[in-house]
Nanobody
Framework: QVQLVESGGGLVQPGGSLRLSCAAS????????MAWYRQAPGKERESVAS???????TYLDSVKGRFTISRDYNKNTFYLQMSSLKPEDTAVYYC????????WGQGTQVTVSS
């Protein structure tokens, strides 16, 4: 079983930056895929960014060029660096990992507002 603990959410002004972190309870090089999802009020959860064990990445079209997913094997942590944030990025962000099953973080609120 894998436990994921998120951190880094908060309130930021439009145009600002935040970095979300997701610490895993297992060595992340064993994890097949890691991803960040988000869910805004009244909307379905959507995939924002993902990274495979081989390093391949995918991004939601609306965040391409602004968000970057990365990982640190030494810290067993993966990240979502978010820049040029917009009000429409406001949501609860969840990290996700697939390792012999699906695992989710508890969610962290990101609010983009002036």
């Amino acid at each position: 079983q894998v436990q994921l603990v998120e951190s880094g959410g908060g309130l930021v002004q439009p145009g600002g930056s935040l970095r979300l972190s997701c610490a895993a309870s297992t060595r992340i090089f064993s994890i097949s895929a890691m991803a960040w999802y988000r869910q805004a009020p009244g909307k379905e959860r959507e995939s924002v960014a993902s990274i495979t064990r081989e390093g391949g990445t995918t991004y939601l079209d609306s965040v391409k060029g602004r968000f970057t997913i990365s990982r640190d094997y030494n810290k067993n942590t993966f990240y979502l660096q978010m820049s040029s944030l917009k009000p429409e990025d406001t949501a609860v962000y969840y990290c996700y990992a697939y390792f012999r099953g699906s695992y989710w973080g508890q969610g962290t609120q990101v609010t983009v507002s002036s």
